[in-house]
């Protein structure tokens, strides 16, 4: 598996950087430890035949999370993270889940409301799926996180949400509040669905899935972020991301139903950009 960590040079600081090494190494193990743990264990059931296409341990170990972290999973609303995020940090650090702020010009009074009502409903539901008491799952919406929580976060995840947010035009102001949430140096990872470099514009606006690689850079660097590293780990090249249907043609939706399932059962799911923002 290939990735690219783009590292901060540091004058003089050579010796002491060798000596912490041997700390940084058990550490490292200690979490791939607990991701392993957490990955595998029972109550995933049948989320993990999903696994061979989303590569869960690899991903999380590239986003650097560890258990004693303080780690938002941001649109937690499926739990298929959340049931490996919750238990991974319930000993020593914190899971919270953030809600899509429910400020889209595009949403009708009812979505907006079932936006605003994520802190209080999403606990009870990722209890039931983790069998973590429901006061130890913290749930907010995005643009609404309290006092408490600004400035303390280690790591936000958002996965296969970007164009979501692109195309309720909400991504700007999402990834501000997001900022504002996380500690000095600290990191955003992303999966998200890859388009070619080559797409066009309109099919990359958020309603097919697909995004560029080099948009979603753009666009995190304008909302004071860098690029930390990026990672192949859920790259697809087999998938041409070029469905008239979007994304959604490819397992596991099937948008086609019956027409050439067996052709896209056997492209699986779409090819990804897994990156890793910091906040400058």
Known sequence: ??????????????????????????ESASA?????????????????????YRHPKETLEFFQVAPNMVVAEY?????WYTKILA??????GKYVALGVSPVAASFNEQRKAQMAAFPTAYPERAAK???????????????????????????ILIFRMLHNMNRWGILGSELDAMHAMLKPG??????????????PADYVDGSKGYLKEADVIAMFEKHGFVLAGKSEINANP???ADYPGGVWTLPPNYALKDVD????????ESDRMTLLFKKK
């Open 32 to 52: 791939s430890a607990a991701i392993d743990a957490a990955v595998t264990a029972d109550l995933r059931g049948e989320d993990k035949a999903r696994d061979k």
């Open 261 to 268: 399932r067996d052709k896209y059962a056997a492209i699986g």
């Open 238 to 240: 087999k998938d041409s």
């Open 129 to 155: 799926a983790t069998g973590i008491a429901a006061d130890k799952i913290h749930a907010h919406v995005t643009n609404a996180v309290p006092a408490e929580l600004a400035g303390k976060v280690d790591r």
């Open 186 to 199: 600290g990191m955003i990872g992303v999966e998200q669905h890859r388009a070619k470099a080559g797409a």
């Open 87 to 92: 238990p991974l940090t319930v000993t020593s």
């Open 1 to 26: 598996m290939r990735h690219l960590i783009i590292p901060a040079l540091i004058a003089g600081t050579a010796l002491p950087m060798l000596a912490a090494m041997p700390a940084v190494a058990a």
């Open 75 to 79: 649109a937690a609303d499926a739990g």
